[in-house]
């Protein structure tokens, strides 16, 4: 056998194959070395689920394949193979433990969002870190308050003092909006004319930070409005802060 089987080697460490394909790519890598180290890095990573993946309930047919790939029909021709070839460092009954294990942690949590829901963790984490940063080297702020359906709520626009550093605003308890609506965070000058500096939605969490690509020099306050459209003049104002001496623009 020279074709590879990559692209199915995923279902076969979970074991999600039918018994006719498991068997097929079973006898392929007893061959294959290349596939054999695709199919140990995948069993590594099957191993990892418990401690990476959060608990969520699976889809339906995603439940009645692995319930059925775990049954003890199915486990004890894993367990008969492996009787017949070994693959170096993964062998046929390591599979089957990781196939049956895959099937607890997805009829519990696993899903194929569990990677993207990785990268975004790592992406906030990476966001927080960069904005206590920017806190503790010092900035200019502004607070804004939360009035109306936003009592309760707020946001502090921060323009760092160090070099190269964007300006963000911090919210805290951003109530949820509607479906049609965005958040429009806006920077006032003296003579009261309105620069839009970010559009956003709520993301449901108790602290939110938006970066704005505006400069904040010669504005002397901010403001949150509820608007229909991230263009257009500016909505219901549900934040303003205080007006502060405009920075000078340098």
């Known amino acids: 056998m020279t074709e590879h089987v990559l692209d199915e080697l995923e279902a076969y460490a979970l074991g999600a194959l039918g018994s006719t394909d498991a068997e ?18 995948l069993a590594e990573v099957v191993d990892s689920l418990p401690d990476t993946v959060a608990l969520r309930e699976p889809r339906p047919a995603l439940r009645d394949r692995l319930l059925q790939a775990a049954t003890p029909e199915a486990r004890s021709r894993v367990a008969a193979g492996s009787r017949r070839w070994s693959f170096g ?25 569990a990677y993207r829901r990785l990268v975004a963790v790592t992406a906030e984490r990476d966001q927080y870190n960069r904005t206590m940063e920017s806190i503790r080297e010092g900035a200019r702020t502004w607070y804004m308050a939360g009035t109306g359906s936003f ?10 003092r160090a070099t190269g550093k964007q300006p963000f605003v911090l919210f805290h308890d951003l109530p949820p909006i509607a479906a049609d609506k965005v958040l429009t965070i806006w920077l006032v000058s003296p003579d009261s004319t309105w620069a839009r500096a970010a559009t956003f939605r709520p993301n449901g969490e108790d602290i939110q930070v938006v970066e704005i690509s505006s400069e904040v020099a010669g504005f002397d306050r901010c403001a949150v409005t509820v608007d229909d459209s991230p263009w257009g003049k500016h909505g219901v104002v549900v934040m303003e802060s205080r007006i502060a001496p405009p920075t000078s623009v340098p």
């Not at 097929?24 to 890095?41: D, G, I, K, N, P």
């Not at 009592?151 to 760092?160: I, R, W």
Request: charged share 15%.
């Open 151 to 160: 009592a309760g709520s707020g946001g502090t626009l921060y323009d760092p």
């Open 89 to 113: 460092p993964i062998r046929p009954w390591r599979l089957a433990i990781a196939a049956v294990t895959a099937v607890v942690i997805v009829l519990g949590a696993a899903d194929v969002d």
């Open 24 to 41: 097929r790519v079973a006898q392929h890598l007893s061959t294959c070395a290349s596939c054999r180290a695709e199919a140990a890095t």
